[in-house]
């Protein structure tokens, strides 16, 4: 299976190319064009902050290459709010694959950003087979999605928000799957498996 990984400007690439591995999966990480088009699935991660990704994908033609993907795509924390119409991080606009606005929290009585384990719930997609009601995974956000008719999966940190959402070929997630166990691994082969 070919897969690939969007290479920018934003962390956290080594490991999901290790979770992967694990899977026994060599991923390809790349911003060609060629490459991204030619992929099974394509993977896009992040750990950063938004305007300066968003300007990034801008200059290298990228975001106008990922809203024309037609295989499996999975957007993982920053690749999630990115892929959605405006972030409140900077007042940027995003891709708008997701018509969805990412807000910040501001919950009082909760440290932000929220940092560490909180369980998803409400999933209602082949990307969760295998995967129970309250699981637990990773989370690094200090924004978030609202939730939306698009949620797949719920999670609750001083408010109900989406955990992960879909439309067509295009997945998101907020946690980080590939620092969440078994679990996680499980999500990222359920997403290699898509068809």
């Known amino acids: 299976m070919n897969v690939a990984i969007l290479k920018y400007n934003a962390g956290n690439i080594r490991s999901v190319l290790f979770a992967l591995e694990r899977l026994g999966v060599?991923?390809?990480?790349?911003?060609?064009?060629?490459?991204?088009?030619?992929?099974?699935?394509?993977?896009?991660?992040?750990?950063?902050?938004?305007?300066?990704?968003?300007?990034?994908?801008?200059?290298?033609?990228?975001?106008?290459?990922?809203?024309?993907?037609?295989?499996?795509?999975?957007?993982?924390?920053?690749?999630?709010?990115?892929?959605?119409?405006?972030?409140?991080?900077?007042?940027?606009?995003?891709?708008?694959?997701?018509?969805?606005?990412?807000?910040?929290?501001?919950?009082?009585?909760?440290?932000?950003?929220?940092?560490?384990?909180?369980?998803?719930?409400?999933?209602?997609?082949?990307?969760?087979?295998?995967?129970s009601e309250k699981e637990y995974m990773y989370f690094v956000h200090g924004y978030y999605v609202e939730k939306c008719p698009q949620s797949i999966a719920v999670t609750d940190y001083s408010l109900e928000y989406s955990a992960a959402i879909h439309k067509d070929n295009f997945y998101a997630v907020q946690f980080h799957p590939e620092k969440s166990g078994d679990a996680g691994q499980k999500i990222l082969q359920n997403f290699l498996n898509l068809i």
Request: charged letters at 20%.
């Open 26 to 131: 060599d991923a390809t990480v790349t911003d060609n064009t060629d490459e991204l088009l030619s992929a099974d699935k394509v993977i896009f991660p992040g750990v950063g902050e938004a305007s300066t990704a968003m300007q990034y994908l801008q200059d290298k033609n990228l975001d106008k290459l990922i809203t024309q993907l037609k295989q499996p795509v999975l957007g993982i924390c920053l690749g999630m709010q990115l892929m959605c119409s405006f972030s409140e991080e900077n007042n940027t606009n995003c891709l708008g694959i997701f018509d969805q606005q990412v807000r910040k929290f501001s919950a009082v009585g909760f440290k932000v950003p929220q940092i560490g384990w909180n369980n998803i719930y409400n999933l209602s997609s082949p990307l969760f087979d295998g995967i």
